[in-house]
């Protein structure tokens, strides 16, 4: 009896032992177990650390959100956040790896379960960041299509803008942007030429039509469209009488954009006489807003009234009456606008004094070549032109 008592109390004691040997030994697998896994990750916050980019103190980068403002003070749960996201599957396993072969292994099967939990959750990790990865190229791809077909667009068109000359319809314009030009263009230092609708008309002889009530009522749209001339001197009236179709011209010449000038034919045979027509002129110039881009004129030449004629005029005195003009109006002007005298070859050269001949700029001659001695800008060639919207003659001169 005292043998079966002492038989069971060792089978108790070897029971408990045992049992007590078996917690132990869980218990030591488990502390092994958690300080592995502690490894592990102090191993991935050490990878995470090392491998956050540098990170400004008002930006960090993140793969969703892009670049989103911080504070000043970043935690370190933020960094290994934002981290993660960009770990990929040969570091992930690199770490693991690294720390399994520190550890000395005693249950392969439990270690390969916490492996590949971890590489679970690691490949979930990796298989968003590429979803997101194609997501995002798939998006760049398609805005880096976008772009070059706006660039591609942008260049096409751009071909297609005219600069330069261009013939069409028969004539030659030039373009600027796409934009024709007219009036005057300085190309290379030369001074080129153009109609008030863009038609290239050269470098030397530009054409310039005069007009008065002579040349009735003028089709100013067909002559704009269709003469091959620049420009057009307006017969502004004769001594203190306003021309009858000058109002009707100097309007059409202002909706079409014609460039133009103005002439007053000269009654005067004193310097009294030239008094009032300057002062014509320049009331005149007030009163219908005229801006003579192609200069205003003294119209000096030969006449005859009733009461008086041009042969009594003396040099002296036409030397008087023109430098009182001409500075008259050019002062009112403030010297703005080229102010001289049109007179006939013969006339300007035999009946003006010295000074008179200085300030001659428009000659008329009729002839194959002019030959008048003294510099001037404009030769009046013919009085019997021919141009569209104008019916009957007029007069034509060449510019230079």
Known sequence: MKKVVIIIISFIFLFINNKNILSNEKNSKNLRQESKQENIETKKYEFYVANVPKI????????YDGYKKTSNNLVEDEIMFE?????????????????????????????????????????????????????????QISNDEEKQEIIEEVKENYTNIKNGFYDEDGNTYYYENDSKITGIKSIDGVNHYFSPVGKYLGTNNIKVVDVSYYQRDINWDTFSKESDCYGVILRLGYYETLDKKFERNLSELKRLNIPYGIYLFSYASTLNGAKKEADFTNKMIS?????PSLGIYYDIESWSTKS??????????????????INSVSNYT?????????????????RLGSISKKYV????????????????????YTSKGRVPGINGNVDISYLY
């Open 361 to 380: 700029d428009w000659v008329a001659e009729y002839n194959k070549t002019c030959k008048y001695d003294d510099y001037y800008s404009m030769w009046q």
């Open 83 to 139: 981290s993660e996201k960009s770990i990929s599957k040969e570091e992930n396993n690199m770490i693991i790896n690294d720390v399994i072969n520190e550890e000395d292994i005693t249950d392969e099967k439990e270690e390969l379960v916490i492996d590949e939990n971890k590489v679970e959750d690691i490949l979930e990790i990796d298989e968003n960041k590429d979803d997101n990865l194609n997501n995002s190229s798939s998006e």
């Open 308 to 325: 008086s004629n041009s042969n009594s005029i003396t040099k002296n005195m036409y030397d008087k009456i023109i430098q009182h003009y």
């Open 56 to 63: 400004n103190q008002d930006y960090t980068i993140s793969y």
């Open 287 to 291: 009163k219908y807003d005229i801006h």
């Open 334 to 350: 403030n010297y703005k606008y080229k102010v001289k005298v049109y007179s006939g070859r013969w006339y300007a050269m035999n």
